[in-house]
């Protein structure tokens, strides 16, 4: 019998036992059924919180068990993932490297490009445009205002 035939089955013989217990109802009084019908909705309702739970657990314990199962899987292969990355990081330090000098280097020209007209107070107090910075270091006014400051 396969899965099919099975339900089938099952679905018949509910149905017989469906048809049975309405006769059966039909012929007991009106509160035998009301009765029946209150303790079938607790049945259910107390199926439903059953299974509820057990879901609940199962879901719990699956969650539990995945957790584990990752922990191990971290463990066994932490070697290996260590080993990948390294290999990885060797097949691309070269284009790693490139990569970050390239980067610096539009870097320093922009934060030089930046610096150029940006204006600057000396520690002497003057105030000029950072690319005069250097010349302006070794002239003499530069000399007398550090030295007037001193003072
Ligand atoms: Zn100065």
């Known amino acids: 019998m396969n899965d099919e035939e099975k339900r089938q089955k099952k679905r018949e013989s509910d149905k017989k036992y ?9 012929e007991k009084s009106k509160k035998w059924c009301e009765e029946n019908k209150e303790k079938q909705q607790e049945y259910q ?15 719990q314990e699956n969650k ?3 957790k584990e199962y990752d922990k ?3 463990e066994e292969n932490k070697e290996k993932n260590l080993e990948k990355h390294k290999k990885w990081y060797e097949e691309n330090k ?4 490139k990569h970050s000098i390239k980067s610096y280097e539009k870097n320093k020209v922009v934060i030089s490009a ?3 007209n940006d204006i600057i107070t000396c520690e002497c107090g003057r105030t000029l ?8 270091l070794k002239t003499t006014i530069h000399d007398k205002l550090i ?4 003072i």
């Open 18 to 26: 469906y048809q049975k217990n309405k006769d059966k109802c039909n």
């Open 45 to 59: 309702k107390q199926y439903y919180q059953e299974n509820k739970e057990k879901k609940e657990k199962y879901r």
């Open 64 to 66: 539990e068990k995945k």
């Open 72 to 74: 191990k899987w971290y």
């Open 94 to 97: 070269e284009i790693a490297k």
């Open 114 to 116: 930046k610096g150029k």
């Open 129 to 136: 445009r950072r690319d005069g910075l250097e010349r302006h």
């Open 147 to 150: 030295s007037n400051k001193q």
